[in-house]
């Protein structure tokens, strides 16, 4: 079975920090382009980061970049997210996600769809 | 900077079909991928690329795009569909996704 288990997430106070782990299982977690979406209570879907496909880069929203550090360890199937110097707007549940590819072996392609998601883990900043 | 803009709120009755929409703020041409969200669970995503369903995806949900429009049908909404949907897509540079902001669909 396919899945992304998160984890990490907790109450934590303006200024501190916070590292969220993903684990991946099911899959070849070191073929996928991997992200990290968050989701304020109430609100929609926030793209935080992610591996780009097709430059091969790490790319961060703007609203986090300069605090946030995306990271995988293959070997272990992970995706983390380090977080400092964390804000009030930064409260919510943190999503880890795969990255869709289509197509046949050696000609894929990606359409920046994430069909695979864990179940997040909440974040709470807070004093 | 980049924004995909869905409308809030849209109403269906059972059976008949629905569009959503998500406007990008340029001219050109895109397709976007639309996810479900019911609530206490994670988006599943329901279309992907110009017209294309993941697998276990009912064909009554399609997609389409015209301009800087993209749009999500549902042909015989079910109540089963009651959901948040999100289109997504990347930015203009190429180094962000984008998602719009929800539209939330009752089904009646």
């Known amino acids: 079975e396919v899945q992304l288990v998160e984890s990490g997430g907790g109450l934590v106070q303006p200024g501190r920090s916070l590292r969220l782990s993903c684990v991946a299982s099911g899959f070849p977690f070191d073929h996928y382009a991997m992200h990290w979406v968050r989701q304020a209570p109430g609100k929609g879907l926030e793209w935080v980061s992610g591996f780009n496909w097709n430059s091969g880069s790490i790319d961060y929203a703007d609203s986090v970049k300069g605090r946030f550090t995306i990271s995988r360890d293959n070997d272990k199937n992970s995706l983390y997210l380090q977080m400092n110097s964390l804000r009030a707007e930064d409260t919510a549940l943190y999503y880890c996600?795969?990255?869709?590819?289509?197509?046949?072996?050696?000609?894929?392609?990606?359409?920046?769809?994430?069909?695979?998601w864990g179940q997040g883990t909440m974040v709470t900043v807070s004093s | 900077s980049s924004e995909l803009t869905q409308d809030p709120a849209v109403s269906v009755a059972l059976g008949q079909t629905v569009r959503i929409t998500c406007q990008r703020d340029?001219?050109?041409?895109?397709?976007a991928n639309w996810y479900q969200q019911k609530p206490g669970q994670a988006p599943v995503l329901v279309l992907y690329g110009e017209n294309n369903r993941p697998s276990g995806i009912p064909d009554r949900f399609s997609g389409s795009s015209s301009g800087n429009t993209a749009s999500l049908t549902i042909t015989g909404a079910q109540a089963e569909d009651e959901a948040d949907y999100y289109c997504?897509?990347?930015?203009?540079?190429?180094?962000?996704?984008?998602f719009g902001g929800g539209t939330k669909l009752t089904v009646l």
């Open positions: 340029s001219l050109r041409n895109y397709y």
């Open positions: 997504n897509t990347r930015d203009i540079s190429g180094n962000h996704l984008l």
């Open positions: 996600a795969k990255e869709f590819l289509s197509g046949p072996a050696g000609h894929l392609v990606t359409h920046d769809a994430l069909d695979v």
